[in-house]
């Protein structure tokens, strides 16, 4: 065996939302990029309920509210100082969905554990949530209010919306030696 995984040579994908985690999702890539030899991919998924008259949805265009939001949230993070080979996209769609199709091309997931919605105090959000249970790579959850340097990787596979394939969480994945 030559010593390479499935996913050398892809990158850390990480949610971006704005929000506090996401700030310290992008900084704990940040810290695995270089021992995983991976670049990172900020990803900022942007959706619109259009809930007024159809013909007027086709107009409208969220890329530049999220491109803000994006730049914001990597000031942040990195200041002046941004990870080499960073790439920040912003895609139009549900972020579970948008989030799980990218991190399927990735070596792994950063996402936050809670975003812009309501319940402060859940353990883990509706998007983080989907993500773990949904993607064929390993996702870290980063919770803002934790201070340990401590993570725990957990997988699952399954179709989202599938009732049929439950997440199968796989216990034992860890961080190669180098880390």
Not at 76 to 102: H, N, S, T, W, Y
Request: aromatic content about 4%.
């Amino acid at each position: 065996m030559d010593g390479s995984t499935p996913y050398e040579g892809l990158p850390i994908v990480v949610g971006v939302d704005g929000s506090p985690e996401c700030v310290l999702a992008l900084r704990w890539a940040k810290k695995l990029a270089v021992p995983l030899g991976a670049t990172i991919k900020a990803v900022t998924a942007w959706h619109l309920e259009v809930v007024f008259a159809p013909y007027a949805a086709s107009e409208l265009n969220g890329e530049p509210l999220a491109r803000q939001i994006q730049d914001q949230a990597l000031m942040e993070a990195f200041g002046d100082d941004p990870p080499e080979g960073l790439i920040g996209e912003c895609r139009r769609g549900q972020p579970a969905k948008v989030l799980i199709e990218e991190a399927n091309k990735g070596q792994m997931l950063i996402v936050g554990s809670r975003g812009r919605g309501g319940f402060a105090g859940m353990l883990l959000g509706s998007v983080s949530s989907a993500c773990a249970a949904h993607t064929r790579c390993p996702v870290l959850v980063v919770h803002a209010d934790r201070r340990s340097e401590s993570a725990q990787i957990v997988t699952g596979a399954g179709e989202l919306g599938s009732d049929a394939d439950e997440p199968r969480p796989s216990h034992g994945e860890t961080f190669p030696e180098k880390l």
